[in-house]
C-alpha cells in the first residue's frame, strides 16, 4: 500500500525519505509485535523518548499527524499473511505516538473495533503513559479479555517528562477497576534520578495494588536522546553503548523489596515477556529465554 495524498504541512517541507518512512512504519513486525501506526507525531515531549532515533524525523512532528485512515491500516494488516499468521501480537501506535492523545484516542478504540470486526484473533497490546479518562476506558471493555495495557509510570523528575502522577494513579486504579490485563511499565530507570529505595518502593507499591506485574529497563541511548537530554540540562554518565543497562546495585535494590514486602508479581525485562506472562504461554514467542529478571540476577539483561 502506498501512503496518499497527506495534507501536512510538515510532510511536505521534508526530504524523499519521509514518505518511505511512513509507509513502512504503518503495518510492520518490530521485536515484540505487529505494530500498526496511522498516526506519526508526539505532543508528549519525553526527554529520552527513543523515536527520536527515527532519522531525525519524529523532531518534524510535534503533534500526531494522521496519513493513513483505519480502515485502509486494517486492510494492510490483512494482506500481510505472514504477519498473521505468526504468534505475535498486534500493538496500536507503540511506534510513532501515544495511543490516548486527543487525536489519537478514536483512532485507537475504532482499530481495535475494526481487528475483532476483521475476525483476527490475536491480543492487542496498547502502550501509554498519558492519563485516561475513566469514560475513555470503559469503551474498550467489550475488548477487555483481548488486550494487554502496559502502562507507563517512571517516577522521573519533570525535567525528563510531564508530572501527572496522580492523574495515572488514577488511571492505574480504573483499569484494576474494571479488571484489565495491566503491566506497569517502570522504565527508563535513570540513577540517580528515579532508582532510590523510596521510588522503586512507590512503584512497586502500585503494582502491588493495580496491576499484573512491572516491565523494568534503562534509557535507550542514542545521539539524538543524548542531544534532547543535554539540550535540559540533564547531566548523565552514561554512554550509547548502555543501551536499557540496569546495573547490579538497581537489580539488587529490588530483590531487597520484593523479599521485604512479600512481592509476588511478575519483574520483567521485556514486553514480550509481560505478553508471554499474560497468555500463560509455555514459551516466549521471540524466542528469549530468560524473562523474570529477579531470578537472573547478574546476568545480562537488555
Known amino acids: 500500500m502506498e501512503v496518499k495524498e497527506v495534507k501536512m504541512k ?110 483476527i484473533n490475536k491480543k492487542i497490546v496498547i502502550i501509554s503513559k498519558v492519563p485516561i479518562e475513566e469514560e475513555v476506558i470503559k469503551k474498550l471493555l467489550p475488548f477487555k479479555e483481548d488486550l494487554i495495557i502496559m502502562y507507563g509510570f517512571s517516577n522521573l523528575p519533570t525535567k525528563f517528562e510531564s508530572p501527572n502522577k496522580d492523574l495515572k494513579k488514577e488511571t492505574l486504579k480504573n483499569f484494576n477497576k474494571y479488571k484489565f490485563t495491566v503491566f506497569i511499565h517502570f522504565r527508563p530507570i535513570i540513577p540517580p534520578f528515579n532508582d532510590s529505595l523510596e521510588s522503586l518502593e512507590e512503584v512497586f507499591s502500585l503494582v502491588e495494588s493495580y496491576a499484573t506485574g512491572v516491565i523494568i529497563g534503562g534509557i535507550q541511548f542514542s545521539k539524538n536522546v543524548r542531544k534532547n537530554i543535554e539540550n535540559r540540562n540533564i547531566n548523565l554518565s552514561l554512554s550509547e553503548s548502555d543501551q536499557k543497562y540496569l546495573s547490579e546495585e538497581i537489580l539488587e535494590k529490588i530483590k531487597l523489596i520484593r523479599n521485604k514486602n512479600y512481592f509476588k508479581k511478575p519483574v520483567l525485562f521485556h514486553n514480550s515477556c509481560a505478553v508471554t506472562y499474560a497468555m500463560r504461554l509455555k514459551k516466549n514467542y521471540t524466542g528469549i529465554t530468560k524473562c523474570d529478571c529477579i531470578k537472573n540476577i547478574g546476568e545480562k539483561n537488555g
Open 10 to 119: 510538515s510532510f511536505e517541507k521534508k526530504d524523499i525519505g519521509l514518505k518511505e518512512f511512513l509507509e513502512d512504519n504503518l503495518c510492520f513486525k518490530s521485536k515484540s509485535f505487529i505494530s500498526l501506526n496511522p498516526f506519526y507525531g508526539c505532543s508528549v515531549g519525553c526527554a529520552y523518548c527513543y523515536r527520536l532515533s527515527h532519522k531525525g524525523l519524529f523532531n518534524v512532528f510535534k503533534r500526531p499527524e494522521r496519513f493513513a485512515t483505519d480502515e485502509e491500516t486494517i486492510e494492510l494488516l490483512k494482506s500481510k499473511k505472514e504477519l498473521i499468521e505468526s504468534d505475535y501480537p498486534i500493538s496500536l501506535h507503540d511506534s510513532s505516538t501515544d495511543p490516548f492523545l486527543p487525536e489519537t484516542i478514536e483512532c485507537t478504540i475504532n482499530l481495535v473495533r475494526l481487528i475483532k470486526k476483521a475476525d
